[in-house]
């Protein structure tokens, strides 16, 4: 956009024309021009305006990268329950987001909820785009989760994930992330999650995050000072039935009883990537090629 055009959109625009001249700076780095686009839609619609003004004035700031000047606009408008409720708290929880500011973003989706922590489960939110240019979403439950971490509140992010309803590798995923929240509160309680989170990565043929998840085990085994054999052995068994070399020789290196033929042996074959078990050969595998019998079961 010329100079020119600039100073007409600024000076005449609407909040459309002004939230398109934002997306244009931001584009081309140019901050000067939205420090004053952003001033400009602070005054360019003033309180009372309908919902749909007040709306397209808050998602302009949020185009010229200004989510606390978002927020004051939204305050301008108060929405009663039903359709106009959720679009405000949504547009409140991007706004939050985009200014890290974790209470404010977690109260939003706690509103959302209205009470009920599962609604949130099946709740998609756009979180970014990909390469191609399509939107990344994620479960509203794991954001809140997240944003209660991030605002130091692990026992009530221990609580959100814990009310997901969703089986199989997300319930698995959500069950690891429990049991290392709970570790150093609850190891009894941590152990339990722990071996579900195994069942469930398991049941799906999951094997990828089933490593993920004893490797878990081992760690928080050698973080307390206990027996870490189990698991080492657990994971060496799974990592040698899915033909894993690279996790097989990061067991050996920290094996207290360490083979150095065994140790050379492996990093030979992941030096020579066609060679039998070389890294070539490493990679995510069909159901054809799973474990016939579930290698974490218990010895």
Avoid at 2 to 15: P, R
Avoid at 75 to 89: A, C, F, M
Wanted: glycine share 6%; net charge negative; proline share 6%.
């Amino acid at each position: 956009m010329s100079l020119e055009a600039f100073a007409t959109v600024l000076q005449e625009g609407d909040i459309s024309q002004l939230s398109a001249a934002c997306a244009d700076a931001d584009r081309f780095g140019l901050q000067e021009r939205l420090r004053l686009l952003r001033n400009r839609l602070m005054l360019v619609a003033p309180s009372p305006q309908p919902f749909a003004v007040v709306m397209a004035n808050a998602r302009a700031l949020l185009a010229c990268k200004a989510p606390d000047s978002t927020q004051i606009v939204l305050s301008r408008y108060g929405p009663g329950p039903g359709l106009q409720r959720r679009e405000w708290l949504l547009l409140s929880w991007q706004a939050a987001s985009a200014a890290l500011d974790q209470d404010r973003a977690a109260l939003a989706l706690r509103r959302l909820a209205d009470g009920d922590l599962t609604r949130l489960d099946t709740e998609l939110l756009i979180v970014g785009q990909s390469e191609d240019g399509l939107p990344l979403t994620r479960s509203a439950l794991d954001l809140l989760a997240n944003h209660e971490l991030a605002a130091g509140r692990p026992e009530e992010a221990v609580t959100v994930l814990l009310a997901g309803r969703t089986p199989g590798v997300v319930a698995s995923r959500r069950l690891g992330q429990v049991a290392e929240l709970l570790a150093p509160l609850d190891p009894e309680r941590s152990d339990l999650l722990l071996e579900a989170a195994l069942d469930q990565a398991a049941a799906e043929q999951a094997w990828g995050l089933a490593e993920d998840l004893l490797r878990l085990q081992l760690r928080l085994a050698l973080q307390r000072g206990g027996d870490a054999e189990r698991p080492r052995e657990r994971l060496r068994r799974l990592a040698s039935r899915v033909d894993d070399r690279l996790t097989l020789l990061e067991l050996e290196q920290i094996s207290p009883d360490w083979d150095q033929q065994r140790l050379q042996d492996l990093e030979d074959q992941l030096r020579s990537p066609r060679a039998a078990g070389g890294h070539a050969s490493l990679g995510e595998s069909d159901s054809s090629e799973a474990p016939a019998s579930n290698p974490l079961a218990t010895p």
